[in-house]
C-alpha cells in the first residue's frame, strides 16, 4: 500500500504482536518487523502492542513482546487474565462463586513487577477469552494506576466493562467503542458510558461505523484515541477511517496524538 501523507503526528494504542512464529495466521502478519513497515505507511510514530491469545500463564508472551520493542518504535502492554467468568447471568455467579486464582492466572504480585521493571506501561484485558480478574487483582491495578486496555463487545459489553471495572481508580481503554464485532448498538451504549465515568475512553480499533465515531468526537474530543486494531486491519485503513470523518482538524489531532499522549505517557515525544 501507498504511503499516508497526512501532516498528523498519529500514536497507535492498539497493535497486537505474535512473538511465536508458528502461531502467526500467515508469514509476517503479526511479527515486529510487518508492524514497523505497515506504521511507517501509515505515519504512525509509535504503538502499544501486546501479545495475542493464550492458554494459562501471560508470563512468556509478555516477556517476549517487550523484547521486541527493544529499540523500536512500540510500547508494551502486559496482558492480563483471572479465574472470574465476565457474564452477567446466574450462571456465570455460580461459577464465579467457585472459581479461584491458579498459578497460570495473573496475580496482584505479578501486576506489580510489570507495573514497576520499566518495559512495560500499561495492561490488556479480554475477559471473553482470558476471564475476568478477581478484586485483589484489580485493586493491584487501582494501586499501580497505569492504563488498561479492555476489549469490548458481545462478550463483555459496555454495562459489564462500568459494573466490573469503572469503580477502580485507573483509565480504562475500551476498544471497538465497546461493540466488537461491529455492534453499533453498543458502540451508543459506550458512547453514553462516557457522561458520567471520567476515567472511561474509547479507542477506534476496528469500529468502521462513522456515525459513531463522529459522535463520541464531537461530544468527547477528549476521550476517543486512534487505534489501528493491526494486524487485522491495515493502519492506512484506521487512519483514513479518521481522516475522511467530517469533524474539525483540532479534533482529529486530539484522537491521534494529543489525548493517547496524556493517558499513556510513554507514547509522547
Do not use: C, W
Not at 508492524?35 to 516477556?63: C, I, T, W
Not at 501486576?111 to 480478574?133: C, M, S, V, W
Not at 459489564?160 to 469503572?166: F, M, N, R, T
Amino acid at each position: 500500500m501507498l504511503e499516508l501523507e497526512h501532516g498528523f503526528r498519529v500514536v497507535d494504542v492498539h497493535a497486537r504482536l505474535e512473538p511465536d512464529e508458528h502461531r502467526r495466521p500467515r508469514d509476517g502478519m503479526g511479527d515486529p518487523e510487518q508492524l514497523e513497515r505497515e506504521m511507517h505507511q501509515a505515519g504512525v510514530v509509535r504503538s502499544v502492542v501486546f501479545p495475542g491469545e493464550r492458554d494459562g500463564s501471560y508470563l512468556k508472551a509478555n516477556n517476549a513482546v517487550a523484547r521486541m520493542t527493544v529499540e523500536r518504535p512500540m510500547v508494551a502492554f502486559a496482558r492480563v487474565n483471572g479465574a472470574r467468568d465476565p457474564g452477567s447471568g446466574p450462571g456465570s455467579t455460580l461459577r464465579n462463586l467457585a472459581s479461584s486464582r491458579t498459578d497460570d492466572h495473573t496475580s496482584p504480585e505479578d501486576i506489580e513487577q510489570y507495573a514497576y521493571d520499566n518495559r512495560f506501561y500499561g495492561f490488556k484485558l479480554h475477559p471473553p477469552t482470558d476471564g475476568l480478574p478477581d478484586e485483589d487483582v484489580l485493586a493491584e491495578l487501582e494501586s499501580v494506576s497505569l492504563p488498561v486496555i479492555v476489549h469490548g463487545g458481545e462478550g463483555f459489553r459496555p454495562e459489564a466493562v462500568a459494573e466490573s471495572l469503572l469503580a477502580y481508580d485507573f483509565p480504562v481503554i475500551l476498544s471497538h467503542f465497546g461493540a466488537h464485532p461491529l455492534r453499533k448498538d453498543l458502540m451508543e451504549r459506550a458512547i453514553d458510558l462516557l457522561e458520567t465515568h471520567d476515567n472511561l475512553y474509547l479507542d477506534t480499533s476496528a469500529v468502521r461505523y462513522r456515525g459513531p465515531m463522529e459522535r463520541a468526537v464531537l461530544e468527547h474530543p477528549d476521550r476517543v484515541l486512534f487505534g489501528s486494531g493491526v494486524p487485522g486491519v491495515h493502519p492506512n485503513v484506521a487512519v483514513m477511517e479518521i481522516l475522511t470523518l467530517d469533524v474539525p482538524e483540532d479534533a482529529m489531532r486530539k484522537v491521534f496524538s494529543n489525548n493517547p499522549n496524556r493517558v499513556i505517557e510513554a507514547l509522547a515525544p
